[in-house]
Antibody
Framework: EVQLLESGGGLVQPGGSLRLSCAAS????????MTWVRQAPGEGLDWVST????????YYTDSVKGRFTISRDNSKNTLYLQMNSLRAEDTAIYYC?????????????WGQGTLVTVSS | QPVLTQSSSASASLGSSVRLTCTLT???????IAWHQQQPGKAPRYLMN???????NKGSGVPDRFSGSSSGADRHLTISNLQSEDEADYYC?????????FGGGTKLTVL
């Protein structure tokens, strides 16, 4: 059974940093692209970032470029999202999601999410 | 990059059928999309991916009541024999120009 377990969310002040983790199990982690998606309160799904299977190729939505960094450790079956210079508008539930072989492959599994609140 | 357009809301009666539509922008009508369901207070769930040919592949455990079809730039999700648990937000998703895109979502109400 595919499982994606996010952690690392919490309350942080504007300008602060957080590192989200996603522990994956139930599939061969190193063989699949991975994605972070966020959802602000009462809003729709908003793509944040995607990483390819080896970690060499990364993609970001414009609003987080230069502030967020996606990475993966295939030896630990873990996906990360380093978030710096956080803003109030980054407040959201952050979901880890599994894709397919390619970065362009659709998402086919979702984690339960971790809440990030940016507020003073 | 593609843009996905969805109606903001839909409603249908218990036991009936409903068809939700996701429309791709001009020039992207051959793109594959995915449908996801988000029940209130829960994480999203993958339902299926859907090709321009109308061929679709459902996720594990997705009931037979859910099916997909395509017509030009439109990608449809049909839910038959509506159940109360089908009341949810439905999102379509695709990829283009190194960007993942979601539609705005359709809130389905089961009457």
């Amino acid at each position: 059974e595919v499982q994606l377990l996010e952690s690392g969310g919490g309350l942080v002040q504007p300008g602060g940093s957080l590192r989200l983790s996603c522990a994956a199990s139930g599939f061969t982690f190193r063989s699949y692209a991975m994605t972070w998606v966020r959802q602000a309160p009462g809003e729709g799904l908003d793509w944040v970032s995607t990483i390819n299977i080896g970690g060499a190729y990364t993609y970001y939505t414009d609003s987080v470029k230069g502030r967020f960094t996606i990475s993966r450790d295939n030896s630990k079956n873990t996906l990360y999202l380093q978030m710096n210079s956080l803003r109030a508008e980054d407040t959201a539930i952050y979901y880890c999601a599994k894709g397919g072989l390619y970065s362009s492959s659709p998402i086919d599994y979702w984690g339960q999410g971790t809440l990030v609140t940016v507020s003073s | 990059q593609p843009v996905l357009t969805q109606s903001s809301s839909a409603s249908a009666s218990l036991g009936s059928s409903v068809r939700l539509t996701c429309t791709l922008t001009s020039g992207h009508s051959n793109y594959i999309i995915a449908w996801h369901q988000q029940q209130p207070g829960k994480a999203p769930r993958y339902l299926m991916n859907l090709e321009d040919s109308g061929s679709y592949n459902k996720g594990s455990g997705v009931p037979d009541r859910f099916s997909g079809s395509s017509s030009g730039a439109d990608r449809h999700l049909t839910i038959s024999n509506l159940q109360s648990e089908d009341e949810a937000d439905y999102y379509c998703e695709t990829w283009g120009s190194d960007t993942r895109v979601f539609g705005g979502g359709t809130k389905l109400t089961v009457l």
